[in-house]
């Protein structure tokens, strides 16, 4: 179920249908018969045994004294709580990549999520057509996860907030090519689809969208998000780091305490992953400890 399991996610779904697909809103069944449906389709569930910590939505950032280091390896990160999150395919596909692991950390003024997955081949702009890419999505204005925007780029009137990475500039790979900036791809990538920013030696991007065919690019300026990228003994670890504050009403905000709903997506560059063909997960919620 792409919009969630639970009881209230399934409803939700029945009531606004599903921006970008197919399905519409059950718009002519009455209050009564959606929630005979939502108890209709959870019968059809297969029960099965789930550890807590690929169940568990509640995700939490430690509060550390040091600077925040982009280096995916750096020592900033031992000792750190990690959280298995399950992935979905938005599309059925062979081979998918199922999880991924997120810790986060922050100090008084920034805040850093590093993303880690098994993937044995690393697939970069360098030498590959298909890129491996991740991203960490943010719900604006919505910390609640029964009122949160649809999981896959938010919806009309519930905009997110999307930190992408992707493999072509400022990547380690360790037993095999570095990465390197490609100046030839600066401008538009042909398979990805996706506006590589010229201007800038991040490999991260700040992007806005509500719905599927409305992604938004921010500008240059408000570009504030940093991140690197390491592949090493078929694993990636990614580093994203941002000021918990900015200017702009476009971006997440963090505080200490507050909850803020995110998300999480993969493309496998091995797997001609591209635009919609991704691995997602639910919201999970964030706090700042």
Do not use: C
Not at 77 to 100: C, D, H, M, Q, Y
Not at 163 to 171: G, P, T
Not at 245 to 267: C, E, H, M, Q, Y
């Amino acid at each position: 179920y792409k919009a969630g399991a639970t009881g209230p996610d399934i409803y939700r779904t029945l009531i606004t249908g599903l921006d970008g697909s197919p399905m519409n809103a059950y718009e002519y069944l009455s209050d009564g018969e959606r929630w005979d449906l939502v108890h209709y389709l959870q019968s059809l569930f297969v029960i099965q045994a789930s550890k807590p910590a690929l169940t568990d939505r509640q995700i939490y950032s430690q509060t550390i004294e040091k600077e925040i280091d982009l280096k995916p390896d750096s020592p900033i990160w031992n000792g750190v709580a990690s959280f298995e999150i399950n992935l979905t395919p938005v599309r059925a596909r062979k081979n998918p990549i199922t999880r991924l692991t997120v810790q986060s950390v922050h100090n008084d003024k920034e805040i850093a999520f590093r993303l880690e997955w098994e993937d044995p081949k690393p697939n970069g702009a360098v030498n590959d057509t298909y890129l491996d890419q991740s991203a960490v999505q943010f719900a604006l204005n919505q910390d609640n996860i029964l009122e949160g925007p649809f999981f896959g780029m938010g919806e009309r009137n519930k905009p997110v907030n999307i930190w992408h990475w992707r493999a072509d500039v400022r990547q380690r790979i360790y037993n095999g090519e570095n990465l390197k900036p490609n100046r030839s791809h600066s401008i538009l990538h042909p398979s990805s689809g996706l506006l590589l920013n010229p201007f800038t030696e991040s490999s991260v991007e700040e992007i806005n969208s509500e719905g599927f065919g409305s992604l938004s690019i921010q500008p240059v300026e408000d570009q504030q998000v940093k991140g690197m990228g390491q592949w090493k003994n078929g694993r990636w670890s990614v580093v994203f780091s941002r000021d918990k504050k900015t200017t702009s009403r476009w971006d997440i905000k963090f505080s200490n305490g507050k909850p803020v709903l995110l998300a999480f997506a993969l493309w496998d560059g091995d797997n001609k992953d591209k635009n919609a063909n991704k691995m997602v997960s639910f919201w999970n919620i964030l706090t700042l400890k």
